[in-house]
């Protein structure tokens, strides 16, 4: 990655881009993106605190970046912290995968009976603002999902289908568009 989009955590309007180049822009560093595997993805990086588009680097803001496979990805900042590397004073930006504001989306009583994962899907996600991408054929199964979360939901999905899920957004390079 040598480009991060910050942007305004409830507007979602582009603050500061973020890049490794000769182009003046705020550089980042050490920067650590995690995925595990249908469980926790998240992201961590740092910036110069006495540049002007460190300012744009804090709690509830977004960041926006491709992943090795050219997708984009978004996070949310939910923690800074000042600290010297021994060389300037650095601010370090700790976010998660905006797929767990998910963890907000009850869903009462919802069932999936002899449905397929791509109907679950629907179900699972029918409280919160995201889509579902493309959903393969697992064959037809049965769930329920009782005052749980929508992340809840789709790792129960995952249990029951079986699959690997992707987390993408599309990104015009100002705003998500999707």
Same mark, same amino acid.
């Given at each position: 990655?040598?480009?991060?989009? #910050? ?11 973020? *890049? ?11 920067? #650590?993106?995690?995925? *595990? ?32 496979? %050219?997708?984009?990805?978004?996070? *949310? ?29 009850? #869903? ?24 579902? %991408? #493309? ?23 995952? *249990?029951?289908?079986? %699959? ?13 568009? %999707?």
């Amino acid at each position: 990655m040598n480009k991060l989009f #910050i942007l305004e955590g409830q507007s979602e309007g582009l603050l500061a881009v973020l *890049q490794n180049d000769n182009s003046g822009k705020c550089p980042f560093f050490d920067a #650590i993106h995690t995925e *595990q595997l249908n469980k926790d993805h998240t992201f961590e990086f740092s910036v110069p605190a006495n540049h002007a588009a460190a300012a744009h680097v804090k709690e509830n803001n977004l960041v926006v970046f491709k992943d090795e496979d %050219g997708e984009y990805l978004l996070f *949310q900042i939910y923690k800074t912290e000042e600290e010297h590397n021994g060389l300037e004073l650095v601010t370090r930006a700790y976010a998660e995968h905006s797929f767990f504001e998910m963890n907000d989306d009850i #869903i009462e009583d919802l069932r999936t009976v002899n449905g397929t994962a791509s109907d679950a899907m629907d179900d699972a996600l029918s409280k919160s603002r995201f889509k579902k %991408g #493309i959903v393969a054929d697992l064959g037809l199964r049965t769930t329920n999902f009782y005052y749980e979360s929508a992340v809840s939901s789709i790792q129960k999905i995952i *249990q029951t289908w079986g %699959g690997e899920l992707k987390k993408r957004v599309t990104f015009d390079g100002n705003k998500i568009t %999707g």
